[in-house]
C-alpha cells in the first residue's frame, strides 16, 4: 500500500502543479485544459503508474532469499528493513524497485519544475502586484507539500542505502506517513482567510495572556 499510495501522492503533486500552471499561465484556456475529463485521465494515469510501481516492489520480494532472522527492524514492512533480512547475492531485485520509484520521483519533480517555471516567469511579467500576490499565495501551499514530501521520499527510496542507518530510516518514514498527512490540511487551509484571521486571533490571544 504504501508503494501504491505513495506514488500516487507524487503524480496527485504533478498534476497540481500542471493544474497552476494553466490557471496562471493559460487562465482562459483553464475550463477546458483541466476539464473534468481531463481530471479523470490524469486520475487513472496516476493509479495506474503507482500499481506498476507497486507490482515491480512486489515481483522482486519473490527473487529474495531468506535464510537468517525474520524480525522486521521497523515499523511497517518497507522494502529496504526486508532487503537487510535477504540474504540474496542478487542485486537485480534490489535495484529494480529503486529504479522505478526513482523514474516516478525524477518524472513528477521535472514535471513540477517546469510548470512553476513557467509560472514564476509569468508572474515576474505581471504588472499588478496584487496579481503577483494572489498568483505567489495560490503556489506557496503546493510547494511547501512538494517540498516536504519529496524530501523525505528521496531520502528513503532514491540515496543509496549505505547512506543512512536504519534508525534514520525509521525517523524519515515515520515523518512522510504521520507527520505530513497531518501538516496537509493545515497546510492548504492557511490560504483561506477566515482560518488565517481565526489563527491570528488565537496567536494574539496567547500572546496578550503571557504578557
Do not use: W
Not at 503508474?49 to 512486489?58: E, P, T, V
Not at 508572474?123 to 494572489?134: D, F, Q, W, Y
Amino acid at each position: 500500500s504504501t508503494a501504491v499510495f505513495g506514488a500516487v501522492e507524487c503524480f496527485l503533486l504533478a498534476i497540481m502543479a500542471y493544474d497552476r500552471f494553466v490557471a496562471i499561465y493559460k487562465p482562459l484556456l483553464y475550463s477546458t485544459k483541466m476539464s473534468t475529463q481531463v481530471c479523470v485521465q490524469f486520475l487513472i494515469v496516476a493509479y495506474v503508474g503507482s500499481f506498476l510501481n507497486a507490482s515491480s516492489f512486489a515481483i522482486c520480494y519473490y527473487f529474495l532469499f531468506f535464510c537468517g532472522p525474520n524480525r522486521v527492524n521497523h515499523f511497517f514492512c518497507d522494502f529496504a528493513p526486508l532487503v537487510e533480512l535477504s540474504c540474496s547475492e542478487n542485486s537485480i531485485p534490489v535495484v529494480v524497485p529503486s529504479f522505478t520509484a526513482g523514474s516516478i520521483i525524477l518524472f513528477t519533480v521535472f514535471v513540477i519544475i517546469v510548470s512553476y517555471m513557467y509560472i514564476f516567469i509569468t508572474i515576474l511579467k505581471m504588472r499588478s502586484n496584487e496579481g503577483r500576490h494572489k498568483a505567489f499565495s495560490t503556489c506557496s501551499s503546493h510547494l511547501t507539500a512538494v517540498s516536504l514530501y519529496f524530501g523525505t521520499i528521496i531520502f528513503i527510496y532514491v540515496l543509496p542505502k549505505s547512506s543512512y542507518s536504519t534508525d534514520q530510516n525509521k525517523v524519515v518514514s515515520v515523518f512522510y506517513m504521520v507527520v505530513i498527512p497531518m501538516l496537509n490540511p493545515i497546510i492548504y487551509s492557511l490560504r483561506n482567510s477566515e482560518i488565517k484571521g481565526a489563527l491570528k486571533r488565537m496567536l494574539g490571544r496567547k500572546i496578550f495572556h503571557r504578557i
